[in-house]
């Protein structure tokens, strides 16, 4: 059983004259995940976020890890489950649905 306790993304985009900085930071606890989500745009002060998902809301939850692993497990089997769909976070640190 594999489990995903904490995961970084960050984003950077040079745009000038404002670089612009996306940073989500994941973090399981005992009562499910918190999700910080930080935006900065040039000399800006950053923007934060964040978002409490109960266990029951991640129940199923397929992260980025856990997604290239189970692709590649497909892949070897040469076989695609019927309405594979499972909970994901997007890129903004919503919770969404994830189907292949």
Avoid: W
């Avoid at 612009?20 to 910080?36: C, F």
């Avoid at 998902?53 to 991640?58: F, G, M, R, V």
């Avoid at 692709?71 to 919770?95: K, S, Y």
Wanted: hydrophobic share 35%.
């Amino acid at each position: 059983q594999l489990e995903t306790l904490e995961q970084e993304q960050q984003e950077r985009l040079e745009l000038r004259p404002h670089p612009t900085e996306k940073r989500i930071h994941m973090v399981t606890h005992q009562h499910g995940m918190t999700v910080t989500k930080t935006l900065q745009e040039g000399l800006a002060k950053p923007q934060c976020q964040t978002f409490y998902y109960s266990q029951a809301q991640l129940r199923g939850l397929l992260l980025e890890g856990a997604s290239l692993l189970l692709l590649r497990i497909l892949a070897r089997r040469q076989t695609m489950p019927p309405n594979l769909v499972f909970p994901a976070i997007d890129t903004e640190g919503q919770l969404c649905t994830f189907s292949y």
